[in-house]
């Protein structure tokens, strides 16, 4: 039995939600690590549909422990409000099903004011302005107001004085007034009696259970490929989103990660700025979108789409040690004629077989592409490898081939059912 950590292999929006969903019937504990409401999962559940930002994808199970550990930074308003709107569908949250680490960081309205301003000019990085960077800024900066804080309001005043030492003097090169320290004040403890219920120790909690035997699903945000070290930088989310950010976002060892699942989708897609050699910004991409139904379920922007980056992929694969992947979305590339993958780079007349950390050569590299024939029958819905067409079965070992990494689990549509299993993970 493992511990299963789920990371995104691509940019993100690779159909994460569906998949925690699925493992999450057997696991006892689902956990998120890391980033903050930026991220969104759209879960279908018997024809019913659950968009989630911060919590994490077991809570709308019953019989799960829901996790939000310390790697995550929280803006108390918008969990608020997302329990809320989860309550309107008949989802009860508890702190019976619903745990947070005491000593995650708060986003307040000063970082969403900040990363706005930022977003505005020129040198914007296509953030969804939720203020996730200048929270884990002030976090590693050690002057974070953290969850734990809202339990002792009259030391809270001087955390804020000192957190609005290093905000109002960069609002004032802003051209923007002071904020008072009243204010912070009162919009956290107006939101403290909502979330504290829900506090605990998370690395004493999440301890005890794998003692106990409990199955654990750590539940990742973003991409891969959006990790602040590994990532396209600077085009990149301000965490770690690789796989091995699960143990330090939780405060588990690493030997508590048993099995390491990455999920891609079929093709590949990025929502803002940033590399992505394999975009076709012409009819193919605008077709992938469209069947694919690319827009992202936070902002509503459309993603930018293209082929298959077997590159990437077999990178994040190594940075992230993925033992498995799961393949989403092969139902988009029905009835295609051909269907292109990356398989190198070429830069500056050579070929190379990795994405280079270099932001400007990342803007330099060309797709080196080899072609298959695609498949004309559909593979929507498709529950065995019996249901799919021969060509679409040597496209998904093709990939593996490519990767260098088997496929654990094929999903060809949004419903939890249509889902091909090929290895458990939680029983390797």
Not at 68 to 76: F, R
Not at 188 to 202: E, F, G, H, K
Not at 315 to 343: E, H, P
Request: with cysteine; glycine share 10%; aromatic share 6%.
């Amino acid at each position: 039995m493992a511990n299963v950590v789920v990371v995104g292999a691509q940019w993100g929006d690779e159909g994460k939600g569906k998949i925690v969903d699925w493992l999450s019937e057997q696991a006892d504990i689902v956990v998120r690590f890391q980033g903050g409401h930026n991220a969104g999962h759209t879960l279908v559940i018997d024809g019913k549909t659950y968009k989630l930002s911060l919590l994490p994808s077991g809570v709308v199970r019953s019989n799960k422990l829901s996790v939000i550990g310390n790697g995550v930074v929280i803006d108390p308003h918008a969990l608020a409000a997302e329990i809320d709107r989860l309550k309107e569908q008949g989802v009860a949250v508890t702190p019976d099903n619903l745990r947070i680490a005491e000593n995650a960081t708060l986003i307040l309205s000063l970082h969403r004011e900040l990363e706005a301003i930022r977003e505005s000019g020129a040198a914007r990085i296509g953030t969804t302005k939720r203020g996730i960077g200048p929270a884990y800024e002030d976090k590693v900066g050690r002057r974070a107001i953290r969850m734990m804080d809202l339990a002792d309001l009259p030391a809270l005043r001087g955390k804020i004085e000192r957190l609005l030492a290093h905000h109002n003097a960069l609002r004032r090169g802003n051209g923007l007034p002071d904020v008072s320290a009243d204010s912070v004040y009162e919009e956290l403890a107006a939101v403290a009696p909502r979330v504290l219920p829900y506090l605990d120790s998370v690395w004493s909690l999440l301890d005890a259970k794998r003692r106990e035997g409990r199955r654990i699903l750590f539940e990742g945000a973003q991409g891969a490929l959006l990790d602040i070290d590994h990532g396209t930088y600077p085009f990149v989310t301000s965490s770690n989103t690789v796989a091995a950010q699960a143990a330090t976002g939780s405060g588990l060892g690493p030997g508590s990660i048993g099995y390491v699942l990455g999920i891609c989708k079929s093709y590949t897609t990025r929502v803002g700025e940033g590399p992505f050699p394999t975009e076709q910004d012409n009819e193919i991409g605008r077709l992938i979108g469209e069947r694919g139904r690319e827009f992202g379920t936070v902002t509503g922007r459309p993603r930018r789409c293209g082929w298959f980056d077997a590159v990437l992929v077999r990178q994040t694969v190594r940075t992230s040690g993925i033992d498995g992947i799961a393949l989403t979305k092969l139902d988009i590339l029905d009835g295609f004629k051909d269907i292109k993958v990356c398989v190198g780079y070429r830069l500056d007349g050579r070929l190379i077989d990795h994405l280079p950390a270099s932001e400007h050569a990342q803007a330099l590299v060309e797709p080196v592409y080899e072609t298959i024939e695609g498949w004309q029958d559909a593979t929507a819905g498709a529950r065995s490898w019996a249901d799919l067409p021969a060509q679409a079965i040597k496209y998904v070992r093709w990939i593996e081939e490519l990767i260098g990494c088997p496929v654990a689990l094929l999903s060809t549509s949004p419903e939890r059912e249509d889902t091909i299993l090929v290895q458990n993970p939680f029983e390797t």
